[in-house]
Structures are given as C-alpha cells and as structure tokens.
C-alpha cells in the first residue's frame, strides 16, 4: 500500500514539477534582453479564442489623490507579479490571485517613496524600481528589495541607488553583467552593482551624461548599452563600462525628436526607437563614425508616435496616436518608409501611450479610453484592421503595457477621478 501511494505521489508531484517548468517568467519591461516585447512561449491565448477572455480577477492598489499606475507595467516572476503606483509604493500579489474577484491584500508592499512611474525589474532574487525620493524631494533613487518579501506587510529596501538630483520617471531599471543600469531626468545614465555595495546608500560604479533628460530604459544587447535621450539622439555605449567613473558613447544615432520613453529594441542586427513624429532603425553595431544615421526610418508630421516599438516575426508594430502602426522590420529598401497597415481600435479614441506585445499571433496594447486593446499579427487585407477583442477596466488611464504570459494578460488601470489603481488580469473562462 506505501508503495502505491508513493508511486502516486512521485507521479503527482512529476507532473507539478512539468506544469512548474512549463510556466514563463516576465521578469522585466518589453519581456526579453532585447526590450523586443515578444513574448514567443504563450500557447494559450491566441487569435482563436482571445475573444472569449474576460477579466478574471482585479487586485486594489491603494486610494487617494496620488494612486494612479502611470507608465509602470508588471512584471510576473516566481509566482508573483509585481508593479508601481504614482504615490511611490511598489506592490506584491500572487499571479495566481487570491481566489477572489476582488484580490486587497497583497503579499507585500513598500512605504511611499515619493513617485514610481517605472517598471519594477526581477534578478537573482531581487527587485529593483527606481523612484524619486520623496514627496519633497525630486532626486532619484534605485530601490532594490528581497523579490520574496521580509516578512512583514510592508518592506523597506534592502539598499537604495544615488542618481542625483532629478528623479527616476519611465526609465526602468536593467539588469546585465553584474551591473543594475537606470537612467534619470538629470539626462544621465546610471550603473551599479547590482548586488549593492555593503551599505544602505550606494553610489554609481560609473555614469554617462546625455544632452537633456532621459525616461528611456536601456537596452542591453551582446554588450552594448543602447538608451534614448530628450537630446534626440540613441547613445550606445559599452555594456561593462571604460574603466573610468564617466564614460563616452561608443556612437550615437541622430533621431531629429525627442524621445520620451521610447525603449530601445534590438532585433537582426538594428535597433528601433521611437520620438514624437519618427520611428527610427539603425545598425546595432554602428556606422564606423561617432554620429549615425538611420537606416530607414517612419515619419508622420500630423500624428504621435508613443510608447516603444514591438519587434516580432519580421514586423515592427510601434503605437501612433490611437493605434498601431505596423512595418516591415527590414524597410523598404528606402529611408522612409510607410506603414503596411494600422491596428484600429473602435469606439471612443484617445491615445496609446502603452508598448505593444506580440504573444502567440496577437499584438495587444492599451489604450486611454479605459481599454486593452487585441489585434491579429497578420493583415487583415485591408490598409486598416479591427481589434479582435476590448478588455474594459472602468478606468481611463491605461499607459501600463501589458504582460502577457501564462495565458494571462496584466496591466495596470487608474481612475484619478475615482483616487483610486488596479491591476486587471484577463485570460479565458474558467
């Protein structure tokens, strides 16, 4: 009788241990290394059933004239999903929810650190979010807490990053080499050990200055280090530094606009980022000069582009005004190149200030209509294409990206007429 129960439990926990490997992480902003947002493991949602998704569950993320989630956008690891609210409070629930419609008890949270407005980063056991101090205070810091909690309700850092005197808005930290990178609105790229320094205040193992403010994220891709600036240029600079405190770029790209917090994504050998009216490629290895141009580039004079480019199966799908455009990832054999075709979203339109995701033959996007936004990767035929499917979160402000992974789609909402943030997870009826 032992025997055959041990022979059931052995095959019981076998097949937990196959279910556990086949979950995927989402450990950081736009999902891989190369900030592509492709996520190439979903099998469960797809273009035959994202119709049928509902909201599945909804976890509160605090109340009053500062909780809103603006920009920051989930990250999913080791069974727990992680994201940031305007009043500088980093949160923590199961991925799974609390079994509840309405989930109000995380597993951990942190005091407020003034704003966050970036994207929480999981590695090695650690999560990092940059912040600005205080509500005084505008400088900047790199948080970087125990992924699992302490222990307690809420979490203090188990050491903080000085970047100086600007905070730390939609520049989201990356983890590369041994080194935790973040870039602030002081317009400077910043580095450190991401294992910390001894102590409860670190100091930068060394920095790079741009020519305005950065809430770009860096890129790291086969060591080097891209990241936008307000400046309109894409620096490149080496990944594990120069030796010195202060660092020059490799080269940079000219972009002619300012970026924002457009993201760097790396595929093929080019690299894309985004500014008001551009989309721009250029050659991840460079031109052989100090200053580069692109490759071919998208413009609209009359519209915004916003938000970061996807790069997924020889497509571009970059967010301009209350769409997505969509672009051969190689060009068109000329600098300026049009759109293949634009995601349309109907209904009411406002804008998409959300990165796309590619996941399983879908592109999936907010918008601030209060909506999340689902398409199909391949035309439609015509020179606009439908959403395949809205999910409705009552709240306008949708800027969060969203997480697709483990047949679930996360993404923050907030409602500054209601003082109140969520995080919605969909996914297919139960």
């Known amino acids: 009788m032992r025997k055959i129960i041990s022979i059931a439990l052995a095959a019981s926990l076998a097949t937990t241990t196959v279910a556990l490997a086949a979950s995927t992480d989402w450990p950081h902003f736009r999902f891989d290394d190369d900030h592509t947002g492709f996520q190439p493991t979903e099998t ?4 035959k059933n994202i119709r049928t998704a509902g909201l599945l569950w909804k976890a509160f993320l605090g109340s009053g004239d500062r909780s809103l989630v603006n920009y920051s956008s989930p990250a999913v690891a080791n069974g727990i999903v992680y994201i940031g609210t305007v009043d500088g409070r980093l949160w923590a629930y199961p991925a799974e929810g609390c079994g509840k419609d309405v989930c109000d008890t995380p597993l951990w949270s942190t005091p407020s650190f003034g704003q966050i407005m970036d994207s929480p980063t999981v590695a090695n056991g650690v ?37 100086g005197t600007q905070s730390i808005l939609q520049s989201s930290p990356t983890v590369s080499g041994g080194f935790v990178f973040v870039a602030a609105f002081d317009g400077k790229l910043y580095a450190f050990n991401a294992d910390g320094c001894g ?40 990944a594990d530094g120069c030796g010195k405190k202060v660092c020059e770029p490799k080269w940079a790209g000219n972009l002619g606009g300012t970026v924002f917090e457009s993201t ?66 190689k060009g068109c054999g000329q600098l300026v190149c049009e759109k293949l075709w634009l995601l349309f979203g109907s209904g009411m339109q406002d804008g998409v200030e959300s990165s796309p995701t590619v996941a399983n033959g879908v592109v999936y996007a907010g918008r601030n209509s209060g909506e999340v936004l689902a398409w199909d990767t391949k035309s439609c035929g015509n020179a606009v294409c439908d959403e395949l499917w809205k999910g409705l979160t009552g709240d306008p402000i949708v800027s969060s990206s969203p997480t697709v ?8 909402s907030s409602d500054s007429a209601q003082s109140a943030a969520w995080l919605y997870v969909y996914g297919l009826p139960n």
């Open 264 to 329: 760097p994504a790396v595929a093929k050998g080019l690299v894309y980022i985004g500014t008001q009216h551009r989309m721009s490629a250029f050659k991840a290895k460079g031109c052989g000069a100090k200053t580069c141009q692109p490759v071919w580039e998208a413009e609209d004079d009359l519209n915004f582009f916003a938000g970061s480019p996807a790069v997924a199966r020889g497509r571009v799908y970059m967010p301009l005004e209350s769409g997505v455009a969509v672009y051969d990832a």
């Open 199 to 238: 102590k409860k205040a670190c100091k930068p193992v060394w920095t790079a200055q741009t020519g305005a403010s950065i809430e770009s994220t860096p890129t790291v891709s086969n060591g080097v280090l891209y990241i936008g600036s307000d400046d309109g240029k894409l620096y490149a600079f080496r």
């Open 405 to 412: 992974v483990n047949g679930k789609i996360y993404v923050g």
């Open 44 to 47: 469960t949602l797809s273009t």
């Open 127 to 163: 999560v990092y979010v940059g912040s600005q101090t205080d509500d005084n205070n505008a400088s900047g810091k790199l948080n970087a807490f125990a992924a699992g909690g302490c222990g307690h309700d809420s979490c203090t850092p188990l050491w903080q990053g000085i970047t």
